[in-house]
């Protein structure tokens, strides 16, 4: 699967808009962008996915850009509930599923 | 999507006892399940995929004879820690494969801690 890059770390204050990038640059074309979160002391949690449109959903928005080779996480007013680490990860649709390499991902932090 | 619980949450057992961490897909026939470990500030590592009614399919470097693992209906796997060790003490986490994207479903996660 090819490798995704993201800050460490980032803060935010509480609602206000964030920004979560994430660099692929050897994305395949059958390559899902896919985001999922994890709070601590907690399994990880899907946030979104996407392919090649930017997609919005109860959680978050995904804008990708039109080469694919970078997408951002968009979270429009973060709340303190929101601090986790965010992982940017690829995954091929109709690939063996599994495989989710999960790398080091973005550590969100939002204050009050 | 799937709702996926773990049980125990946390067990502190001895070194060289076993411990069985259960895996269940509450409101989704789970077909594929995964088990991921993940150590102190440290991402997830897949350890290996259970298919229901097959072998489980291990990571390079996972021991299977180690950490054994059984799916035996679609809506549970188990993942049993033989002989554990302080080392094997980390964060067990399963998780759902989903059908359309490859998305997956995680649990909440068990905290084992050998002594």
């Known amino acids: 699967d090819a490798k995704t890059t993201q800050p460490n770390s980032m803060e935010s204050n509480e609602e206000e808009p964030v920004h979560l990038p994430c660099n692929h640059s050897?994305?395949?074309?059958?390559?899902?962008i896919h985001w999922y979160r994890q709070l601590p002391s907690q399994g990880p949690e899907y946030v979104i996915h996407?392919?090649?449109s930017n997609v919005n959903n109860r959680m978050a928005s995904l804008a990708i850009a039109e080469d694919r080779k970078s997408s951002t996480l968009i979270l429009h007013r973060a709340t303190l509930r929101d601090a986790a680490v965010y992982y940017c990860?690829?995954?091929?649709?109709?690939?063996?599923?599994?495989?989710?390499?999960f790398g080091k991902g973005t550590k969100l932090s939002v204050k009050p | 999507g799937a709702v996926v619980s773990q049980h125990p949450s946390w067990v502190i057992c001895k070194s060289g006892t076993s411990v069985k961490i259960e895996c269940r897909s509450l409101?989704?026939?789970?077909?594929?399940m995964f088990w991921y470990r993940q150590f102190p500030k440290q991402s997830l590592m897949l350890m290996a995929t259970?298919?229901?009614?097959?072998?489980?399919?291990?990571e390079q470097g996972v021991e299977k004879d180690k950490f054994l693992i059984n799916h035996a209906s679609l809506t549970l796997s188990t993942l049993t820690v033989t002989s554990a060790h302080p080392e094997d003490s980390s964060f067990y986490i399963c998780?759902?494969?989903?059908?359309?994207?490859?998305?997956?479903?995680f649990g909440p996660g068990t905290r084992l801690t050998v002594l």
């Open positions: 998780s759902v494969a989903g059908t359309t994207y490859n998305e997956q479903f």
């Open positions: 050897t994305i395949s074309g059958t390559d899902y």
């Open positions: 996407g392919l090649t």
């Open positions: 990860i690829l995954n091929q649709y109709g690939g063996s599923q599994g495989n989710l390499i």
């Open positions: 409101d989704f026939q789970a077909t594929t």
């Open positions: 259970s298919n229901e009614g097959s072998k489980a399919t291990y």
